[in-house]
C-alpha cells in the first residue's frame, strides 16, 4: 500500500466548481492507474472515475460525464479532479484510489485508499 492524501473539498452552492487533488507517495507513480470513488451517507462507495497511467484515457460514471474531469501529472505525483456544474447529489465523501497498470470498475481491485475529503453541494 502506498499513502494518498485528498484535499480540495469543501461546501458550495448547486452550480458551483471545486478541484480536488490526490497526492500520491510513490517513486513510479505513472505506473498506477488512479480511481475517484465517492460515498454519500448511507450508500455504497461508487467509482465516478478512473485515470490510465499514462493519464490519456479516463473512465467516468455516466451520472458526472460533462461536469468532472481527471487529469494527473506524474511529475508532481498529484491527480485532479475537476467538478464543474454541482448538484447536491454529489455530495458525499470522495476519495482517490490506486491499481497498479489498468482501470477497473471495481473497487475491490484497488489497493491503496487515501481516508476521503469530504464535499458538500448545498445553498
Known amino acids: ?12 452552492q448547486p452550480g458551483g466548481s471545486l478541484r480536488l487533488s490526490c497526492s500520491v507517495s510513490v517513486f513510479h507513480l505513472e505506473y498506477y492507474a488512479i480511481g475517484w ?6 450508500k455504497d462507495r461508487d467509482q465516478v472515475s478512473c485515470i490510465v497511467p499514462s493519464g490519456k ?3 467516468y460514471a455516466d451520472s458526472v460525464k460533462g461536469r468532472f ?6 511529475a508532481r505525483n498529484t491527480i485532479y479532479l475537476q467538478m464543474k456544474n454541482l448538484k447536491p447529489e454529489d455530495t458525499a465523501v470522495y476519495y ?14 484497488f489497493a491503496s485508499w487515501g481516508q476521503g475529503t469530504q464535499v458538500i453541494v448545498a445553498s
Open 37 to 42: 470513488f465517492r460515498q454519500a451517507p448511507g
Open 1 to 12: 500500500q502506498m499513502p494518498l492524501v485528498e484535499s480540495g473539498g469543501g461546501l458550495v
Open 69 to 74: 474531469t481527471s487529469s494527473r501529472d506524474n
Open 57 to 59: 484515457t479516463v473512465n
Open 96 to 109: 482517490c484510489a490506486a491499481r497498479e497498470r489498468e482501470c477497473s470498475d471495481d473497487k475491490r481491485d
